[in-house]
Structure formats: C-alpha cells, structure tokens
C-alpha cells in the first residue's frame, strides 16, 4: 500500500483518546471522573430536541440546499448582526456538521508548501494538525499565561511575512479559558493595514461563555478587515449540542463559493432535523442557555480556588470558555506524566497541555463542565496523589 504522504502530517485530539481510556477504566469498574472532554454536561434544551422530531415526523428527511436551509441561514445573520452589530447577509452563511468543519475548509482553502498559517499555540489541536497536513507552515502565536492567555497583538504582528496567508484567532480560547480584550484586537487589526492579503479565520464558538462582565470583540466588527474574516460559530458548546453536530461559517463573497463546493464534495449539506433544532436554538428563549452559563461560572468559581490549593499548582482564573489551564511546574512532573497518573492513579481524567501545542507543557487542562460535586472530588483525589 502507497498512502498519500499527507496523512502522515495528520495530527489528533487527544481528548479522544482520553474519553476512550476513561470509558475502559469505567468498563474494568473503576470510577473516574471524567474532566477532559471539551462538552457541556447539559443536556440540550427540550425545544430544540422537540424542534428536530418534529422535523424528522414531518418528513424532512431529503437533502437541503448544500448551504443549509434558508431560515437557518437567516436566522444566524440576524444573531451576527444582534451580537456583533455588523449586517451580513444569509448568503455568506455556510451551515457545516460542526465547528470543525469550517475550520478544515478554510485551512484547505490556503494550505499548501511556501505558505505560511498563523495558529495559536497552546490551542485547538487540529489548526496545527490541518495545517501540516495542507503542507503549509505551522507558525505558532504563544499564548502565555503572563498575558492571561490573551494573544498579543505586537507576537502576532513580528511574526507576519509576505507568506503569511491566514491569521486563526480564538477567544474565548479552548484550552485556557484566556479571552482577547478589544484594546488587544483593535491593535492587531490595525496592524494588519500592512497585509492586506491576510485572511483571518476567527474561531468564536466560545462567544457567548464569558465571566466577570467581559464582552466579546470580533474582527468583524471592523470594516478595514470584515472581507478577508472568515467566521467560524456553532451549536455544539452553546447550546449543548455537541453529539449533533451542527456549526457554521461566515464567509466572505470572495470565498463562500469556493466554500460551498467543499461542501458538496464532502458531505453535501447536514441532516434536516439537526438543522431544525438549530433554528429552534437560535430564535427560540435563551433562558435555559443563560442559566448553564450562570452555572459554569458558580463552578469556574469552585475550581479556581480548590486548584490552587494543591501543592505545585498554580491556576489563573479564566475568563471565559468552560476550561482551567493550571500551571503544574511546581509538581516537578511534566505534563503528560501528570495527566496519567492522574487518570491512572487517581481516576480523574484530564487532558495534558502538550496536546494543544508545545507551549502548552507544564500545564494540564480541565473542563469543569461537571457537577461542583465531582469538581471537588476530583481536586481532593488529585491532592491525595500528590501528597502520597
Ligand atoms: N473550535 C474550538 C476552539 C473548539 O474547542 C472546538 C471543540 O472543542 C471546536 C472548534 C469544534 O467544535 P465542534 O465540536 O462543533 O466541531
């Protein structure tokens, strides 16, 4: 067999891997408590499981357009134009089976040998992985944690050369929980005058989980960038509704087309009913939504603290997000030593920071999207290993 050189370039995400482990663990009868994977304990809210039955009953079981369903479509401008305050047009909406999708075809659509992609690092795991499988170079932007896991606009600008051809960007970010504020991004955007090919993948599906009064800034929302920002939002962290995949992206005129044809090679459009529960989420009460948010900040407020009282660890109070990125240095183990003996030892499963990037060793990831219960019997079992 001869594969294609590409698919050895291909990288994973870990959380995967840990959810498998964790789930044998379960199977050999061990209780874990599971705070690695990136999704909301919550279950969807009733209206929008009942909006995708009702669509199955109806008989919505044909493709739709490959761009999604018009109402869907419109429904996402106007949440954009709500909480962005920029008008846009369903035209450039592009519905996907999940978040990940839009971040593939915009990857694909500049990766290729001489280019260069700029991605956060530590960060999402599959911009590095797309982006070394597209043959492009992985430049990495460090996220630090002395710079509360914001970006930095001047990191950003020195690392920009006439190859740079897409810039991707993420606050409120997975694995840090860190958040961009606007001063941050109005420097970095006004910085990009000078590169004026430069595309900006801005991943937001984050958006809406932020604490402590903080407000979301797009790069959309500025005019000197919006035709070269591509953004990419989802169903999956707001609304619960991981397993059900449904995401999209906001495409500039200059790229929908080209988007949309990945779509019909790929997968053609995504199932009827999910997109009717989609539609549900995005115009029926938020109540529900709101209140699970209310409920990771109680629980952000928990685990912060419990973290920092064991010994080697020291955690910074994210802003957004449902992650903590505490620093382990103090453990004097690694990363990934840490995060096993964690799940092996102590039946906690978290994910390592080596898994978003190289800058993410001495640090371990958490999701508390977990009952405070759990929360604080997994700090406690953590701090018996450590002082065992
Ligand atoms: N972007 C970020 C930053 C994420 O953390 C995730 C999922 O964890 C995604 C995108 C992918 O979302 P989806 O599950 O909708 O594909």
Sequence with gaps: MKLAQAISRLGTETAFDVMARAQQLRAQGKDIIDLSIGQSDFRAPDSIVEAAVKAFRD?????????????????????????????????????VPGGKVTMFFAIQLFAEPGAEILYPNPGFPIYESLINYGGA???????????????????????????????????????????????????LIKGLDDYPDLYILSDEIYGR????????????????????????????????????RLG??????????HATRLA?????????????????????????????????????????????????????????????????????????????????????ATIPGTSFGSYGEGYIRLSYANSIENINKAVDRIGDLLSG
């Design 137 to 187: 170079k992985a430049v990495a932007i460090p996220i630090l944690e002395k710079n509360n896991f914001a970006f930095s606009a001047d990191d950003i600008l020195e690392r920009l050369t006439p190859n740079s051809r897409l810039l991707i960007l993420n606050s409120p970010a997975n694995p840090t929980g860190g958040f961009t504020p606007r001063s941050e991004l109005e420097k």
């Design 209 to 244: 989980m932020l604490y402590d009064g903080n407000e979301h800034a797009s790069p959309l929302e500025y005019e000197s960038v919006r035709d070269r920002v591509i953004l990419l939002d989802g169903w999956s962290k707001t609304y619960a509704m991981a397993g059900l």
């Design 264 to 348: 019909v090679n790929v997968h053609s459009c995504v199932n009827a009913p999910t997109q009717y529960a989609g539609l549900e989420a995005l115009t029926g009460s938020q109540d529900e939504v709101e209140a699970m948010f209310k409920t990771f900040d109680e629980r952000r407020k928990v685990i912060v603290p419990r973290l920092n009282e064991l010994s080697g660890f020291k955690c910074h109070a994210p802003s957004g997000a449902f992650y903590v990125f505490p620093n382990i240095t103090g453990t004097g183990m690694d990363s990934a030593t840490l995060q096993s003996r964690i799940l092996e030892e102590a039946g906690v």
């Design 59 to 95: 008989g919505m079981h044909s493709y739709t357009p490959a761009k999604g369903i018009l109402p869907l479509r419109e429904a996402v401008a106007a949440d954009i134009e709500k909480r962005r305050g920029v008008k846009v047009s369903a035209e450039n909406v592009l519905v």
């Design 248 to 257: 999209y992206g906001l495409w500039p005129d200059t790229l929908i087309d």
